[in-house]
């Protein structure tokens, strides 16, 4: 285990040490200045647009960090050989992918709550209400951001880059359907796309921005099992991951 | 051979577990009860009416009418025939068929969880045996 934290050590500086973190971020926190820069033209509700745009912009986000951030970590790794004396000796396939991803979800946290603090600021410049649930909103944002870093990260060992970033923009956008939309793909197959559907995920658990942005309370054990749900989701995609992984010849 | 024994693993444990099933779109699993308050709170998507009509229906059921509502307007603002804040509208099924509005639903989403859980460690544990043999 301490060979992970070392190893995702390892990653976090690398990651902040890249100029592609900076720009995504700054690429967000202007996005989010924008949202709140749409004149209200006296709507009485400017804060609700500003919420709702907001979080949504930050879910974006997590999946621009996510795709920046680790889409070109293993085939940089295998390109400039460091990925060969790595598992030869410290590391096995399993640590090498553990400490990576647990580097790039620490960057890409970090980063969320910087565009949540961001987002907090302009709700305070602009005088608006700061709902108490704004904090948690973002911690699922964050759950679903490691869903598609997990997701970058399986894509990444079979794939390149520039194929990683639509795959995973696919994946992103399926996974906010209804299962009855997703069935409606292909109307000639429902019972093939509803069985597809079971291993998608449903992304829709995360979103809690409209409730919020609309005054009504969440139940904290909805918090929990929203969590729960995505970080077990998050397993599976590393498993997969792996086991592509460990599947490779490297030779 | 491994990647079939993946393959076979990753497809074929949720659609064993007969329970899975029965998707969670809240439309259609949700129970009557839960159909019954949004169409009691008037909020069922084919409940509209045109500008300026009186909505009977809503005067019976939520207590207001748009007369109301546009006597409200002209005097306050342009504020809408609208709810206050955390009250169910008109036309917003689709707000109330989220999961964190269903609970009913957060049963299955905890049983997907561990399926997910057990799936993982199935597939960790059954390729890092096949590439130790």
């Known amino acids: 285990m301490k060979a992970v934290f070392t190893f995702a050590l390892m990653t976090l500086r690398m990651l902040f040490r890249r100029r592609t973190l900076w720009g995504i971020l700054l690429v967000i926190l202007l996005a989010l200045a924008g949202i709140a820069s749409v004149p209200s033209f006296d709507v009485s509700n400017q804060g609700r647009f500003v919420l709702d745009f907001g979080l949504f912009g930050i879910e974006l986000g997590a999946l621009l960090l996510a795709l920046g951030l680790a889409a070109s970590l293993y085939p940089r790794d295998r390109e400039t050989r460091t990925l060969m004396p790595l598992i030869a000796v410290p590391l096995s396939r399993g640590q090498y992918l553990m400490g990576r991803f647990l580097g790039a979800a620490i960057v890409q946290a970090a980063a969320l709550i910087v565009t949540c603090l961001g987002l907090m600021l302009i709700l305070i410049l602009h005088g608006l209400h700061i709902p108490a649930d704004l904090l948690p909103a973002t911690l699922l944002i964050l759950v679903e951001g490691w869903f598609l870093l997990s997701t970058v990260f399986f894509f990444s060992f079979f794939t390149s880059p520039p194929l990683n970033w639509p795959l995973t923009t696919m994946l992103f956008i399926v996974s906010q359907m209804s299962v009855a939309e997703f069935a409606g793909l292909v109307p000639s197959a429902p019972g093939l796309m509803r069985s597809l559907r079971i291993l998608l995920p449903h992304a829709d658990v995360f979103h809690i921005k409209d409730p919020i942005a609309h005054g009504f309370q969440i139940e904290p054990v909805y918090f929990l099992i929203a969590v729960f749900y995505g970080v077990c989701y998050s397993a599976f995609m590393l498993s997969l991951a792996l086991a592509v992984f460990r599947s490779r010849d490297l030779k | ?133």
């Not at chain 2, 008037?42 to 109301?68: L, R």
């Not at chain 2, 859980?117 to 590439?131: E, N, P």
Request: charged content about 20%.
């Open chain 2, 1 to 133: 051979m491994r990647r079939n024994s993946l393959f076979l693993t990753v497809f074929a444990v949720p659609l064993l577990l007969t329970s899975c099933f029965t998707d969670y779109d809240v439309a259609e699993v949700a129970p009557q009860e839960f159909l019954d308050s949004e169409s009691n709170s008037g909020q069922t998507a084919d409940h509209s009416h045109a500008d300026g009509a009186d909505c009977e229906e809503c005067a019976e059921e939520t207590g207001h009418t748009v007369d109301a509502a546009m006597e409200a307007d002209q005097a306050g603002g342009p504020s809408g025939h609208s709810h206050g804040s955390a009250e169910r509208n008109h036309g917003t099924q689709w707000f109330f068929n989220q999961p964190w509005a269903a609970p009913f639903i957060w049963g299955k989403l905890l049983r997907d969880g561990i399926v997910f859980l057990v799936m993982a460690a199935g597939i960790f544990f059954a390729t890092g045996w096949r590439r130790k043999k």
